[in-house]
Structure formats: C-alpha cells, structure tokens
C-alpha cells in the first residue's frame, strides 16, 4: 500500500520564478492538505483540498495557489518565488469520512530559492 | 504562527534511559497528535489523544493530555539509537485532520 508520493524531492529556482509541486495522497485518501516547513521551525499549515476545492487555507498569500484533480492528487504552485519561500514542503493526504484521524505526510520536497 | 511551544528544544540522553517531552498549546482543542521527524524528511505519526481522553500509550510510548492546562507530554521508555529525531506536537481544532497546528518541536539525540 503506498504512503503519500511527492514530487520533486528536491528543487532549485530562481527568485521571480514560479515552481510547482506535486503530490499523490496515500490509496484510499481523499483529502490532501499542503504545509510549509522552514529549517528548525514547525510545519505551518499551508490549505487543505477536498473534492477539488480548497476548503481552508493558512496565513500564506495568494502567491501559493493550488489544485486537486478527480484523482484526489494534488498540486501546489507558487508564484513569483522569495528568497523566504525556500523551505520543506510537506503533503499530508487524509480520510474525509473518519472524524478525528491523522494525517499521512509524504517525504517533502526541498526547495531552495536562489 | 505556532500554536504553541515544546520544551525542551533539545535532549540528549543515553540509550535506555527515559524521554521525555513537554508540549503547550493555546486554543481548544478536538485531539493532539504526536509526529517524529528523522533528519528534515516527512513526518511520521506516532500517537493521537483525544480532547476527552488523559493518557495513551503505544508500544513504548506514553502520551498524556491536560486540557485544563493545555498540555501534552511525550515519554518515551528505553530509548534507543533509532529514536533519535525531531518531536512534534500537533494539535487538531476541528477534529477533521485538518489545519493542524504543530508545535516548534524537541530535537531528541539518543546516543550508545
């Protein structure tokens, strides 16, 4: 049973970039929920989607954007990349219908921008 | 913005001894989860408790939740080599695994 896949593992752009990254939620999951992790910092909630819709979203701007399709994958964009967006990006994929679960989280995917 | 704050931010004890670690929050809460992170990759959910529960244990984890203070400690027992990692508490509001709120974390260094 695969976990939650993410790609790329790890990214290098240019600041003024954009740069997208891609998630597929563990089988059986529905819900996919994006997090931002700076070095020695915690995960900071990024927005969650269900049924192809955002349905909440953190203190981020609107530079972060994102998408589900019918598959329930998802992907995160960013816009007009900051020196202070590099950071570890963490997809956690979830079960809508169970109430009070947890979260599976992929690897993440480092991006450094430059 | 962190919900809260784990303490300490580092330990460092020897293989078979006891660790443990404190967690505070700030909001009500539905349940806390506790997640451990080797070396800056993905999290790995260890334990849920929820709101209305006081302690859980799992394996040789220990978890308890004082609502009227608004904190959650992790023990874990016989430490080994291999729980050297990062600890985070997360808290969940709403009960719906989303929006969870982590902590700053407990960088735990278990040596031989």
């Known amino acids: 049973d695969a976990g939650v896949t993410q790609s790329p593992t790890h990214l290098i752009k240019t600041r003024g970039q954009q740069v997208t990254l891609r998630c597929s939620p563990k089988s059986g999951h529905d819900t996919v929920s994006w997090y931002q992790q700076a070095l020695g910092q915690g995960p900071q909630f990024i927005f969650q989607y269900y049924e192809e819709e955002e349905r909440q979203r953190g203190n981020f701007p609107d530079r972060f954007s994102g998408h589900q399709f019918p598959n329930y994958s998802s992907e995160l964009n960013v816009n007009a990349l900051l020196l202070g967006d590099s950071a570890l990006y963490l997809c956690?994929?979830?079960?809508?219908?169970?109430?009070?679960?947890?979260?599976?989280f992929g690897s993440g995917t480092r991006l450094t921008v430059v | 913005s962190q919900q809260g704050e784990e303490d300490p931010q580092a330990l460092s004890i020897q293989e078979g001894e006891n660790a443990t670690m404190n967690c505070s929050y700030k909001t009500s809460i539905n349940n806390l989860q506790w997640y451990r992170q080797n070396s800056g990759r993905g999290l790995v959910h260890l334990i849920l408790i929820r709101s209305n529960e006081r302690e859980k244990h799992s394996g040789r984890l220990r978890v308890t939740l004082d609502t009227s203070k608004k904190s959650s400690s992790l023990l874990i027992t016989a430490s080994r080599a291999a729980d050297t990692a990062s600890y985070f508490c997360a808290t969940d509001a709403q009960g719906t695994a989303s929006k969870l709120t982590f902590g700053t974390g407990t960088r735990l260094q278990v040596t031989l």
């Open positions: 956690a994929s979830s079960l809508a219908a169970v109430f009070g679960r947890s979260n599976t």
